[in-house]
């Protein structure tokens, strides 16, 4: 990624740098550092702590019917939840959730550290659920 520099995109101001993003005036450096701050920051996707709190609810919600062997069409206010090892009958016997992220289609990202009961043997895993609040949808995510 190639970092451009304010003083490139005004061409009125002289230009009194040698390609270094602190040299220049006074003013152009505080704007290049403003710029930097802002990239560094990203662009808004923090999740809001209600959201994070929803998502939260809607995943332990599924974990808790899962750990009590409950089918996952069992989950109150229509939530639908799609787990490969919950559907294959794998027990659930310890989850917690590490993170809610969330990207620019507004779906977040709930991750989630358990232990599974697969074929007698005990398997931890690391699973990204996809949480979609509006539909009321939780699926794994098939690329984390």
């Known amino acids: 990624m190639s970092l451009i520099l304010i003083n490139d995109l005004l061409p009125t101001v ?3 740098h040698s390609g270094y993003l602190f040299e220049g005036t006074p003013m152009l450096r505080f704007a290049n550092l403003a710029l930097l701050v802002v990239l560094l920051n990203g662009c808004g996707s923090s999740v ?5 709190d929803k998502v939260k609810a809607a995943v332990t919600q599924g974990m808790v019917a899962w750990q009590a062997k409950k089918q996952a069409s069992t989950l109150p206010d229509e939530w639908k939840f799609l787990d490969e090892d919950w559907k294959a009958g794998n027990a659930l016997s310890e989850y917690t959730i590490t993170n809610v992220t969330i990207d620019k289609d ?4 709930c991750w989630v550290t358990m232990k599974v009961m697969k074929q007698g043997k005990t398997v931890s895993k690391e699973i990204c659920y996809i ?4 539909r009321k949808l939780i699926n794994r995510d098939p690329y984390a």
Request: charged fraction near 30%; avoid cysteine.
């Open 14 to 16: 002289p230009q009194v």
């Open 48 to 52: 809001s702590t209600e959201d994070a």
């Open 106 to 109: 507004k779906l977040y990202r």
């Open 131 to 134: 949480v979609d609040l509006n």
